[in-house]
Each structure stands twice: as structure tokens, then as C-alpha cells.
């Protein structure tokens, strides 16, 4: 399973749905993300540019690319943003890759 942080809007339509009728939208949200053979492991509502906060677990990117499709085709968000996370474990084996791949960055050309 990959972790992924999701972040998305409502729309204003859907905050007044919200405010005349409170509900937990995680619960709502919770079996698709277990029908795609994830999990929701933390959801949060936020101030600022996100409304919503989500960590999941999905088994690849296939399926969080379809969680995120049918969040988005629901008219409900806004602003859906998928972004995939890595352990610091991963990212320090990846920093040892980068160190021995052989990459060369640009140089600046000598001045006559």
C-alpha cells in the first residue's frame, strides 16, 4: 500500500449544505476509499486555501487516481490535490540513489 495526502475545497454550495445539515463527511467518504482497497487512516477539517485534509492508504495509483476522479466528478470539492508521500526510509534510500546516479547539473559556460 502507497500513502497518499489528499487536500480539496467545497464548494460554497456544499458548505451550505453542511451548515443547514452537519454531517461527517470522512464516514461518507470512508467504504469508496475501502471499495478501491484503501484505507482512510486521518481526515481533519482546515482554515486557509484546503477545507479538507485526508491521509489514505491506497494499494496504487491506479486507485487513488480514481478516488480522486470520482471526488472530483461529485461537484461537491473543489481544488482536489493528490500528492503521493514517502517514509523517511524511502526518502533517505532515495537520497543514496540520487547520490550514486551519475547526474552531472548544468555548468556555466567560462567567460572569455
Same mark, same amino acid.
Given at each position: 500500500?502507497?500513502?497518499?495526502?489528499?487536500?480539496?475545497?467545497?464548494?460554497?454550495?456544499?458548505?451550505a449544505?453542511? /451548515?443547514?445539515?452537519?454531517q461527517?463527511?470522512?464516514? @461518507?467518504?470512508?467504504?469508496?476509499?475501502?471499495?478501491? !482497497? #484503501?484505507? &482512510?487512516?486521518?481526515?481533519?477539517?482546515?482554515?486557509?486555501?484546503?477545507?479538507?485534509?485526508?491521509? /489514505?492508504?491506497?494499494p496504487?495509483?491506479?486507485?487513488? @487516481?480514481?478516488?480522486?476522479?470520482?471526488?472530483?466528478? !461529485? #461537484?461537491? &470539492?473543489?481544488?482536489?490535490?493528490?500528492?503521493?508521500?514517502?517514509?523517511?526510509?524511502e526518502?533517505?534510500?532515495?537520497?543514496?540513489?540520487?547520490a550514486?546516479?551519475?547526474?552531472?547539473?548544468?555548468?556555466k559556460?567560462?567567460?572569455?
Amino acid at each position: 500500500m502507497a500513502t497518499y495526502l489528499l487536500q480539496a475545497s467545497y464548494t460554497s454550495g456544499s458548505w451550505a449544505a453542511l /451548515v443547514s445539515n452537519p454531517q461527517d463527511r470522512f464516514e @461518507a467518504v470512508r467504504g469508496p476509499i475501502e471499495k478501491l !482497497g #484503501g484505507k &482512510l487512516l486521518h481526515g481533519w477539517l482546515a482554515f486557509g486555501e484546503d477545507d479538507v485534509v485526508v491521509i /489514505v492508504d491506497m494499494p496504487d495509483n491506479v486507485a487513488v @487516481a480514481a478516488l480522486a476522479m470520482a471526488l472530483n466528478a !461529485g #461537484g461537491a &470539492l473543489k481544488n482536489v490535490k493528490t500528492t503521493p508521500l514517502i517514509s523517511i526510509q524511502e526518502g533517505i534510500a532515495a537520497m543514496k540513489k540520487a547520490a550514486d546516479c551519475g547526474y552531472k547539473p548544468a555548468q556555466k559556460a567560462a567567460s572569455a
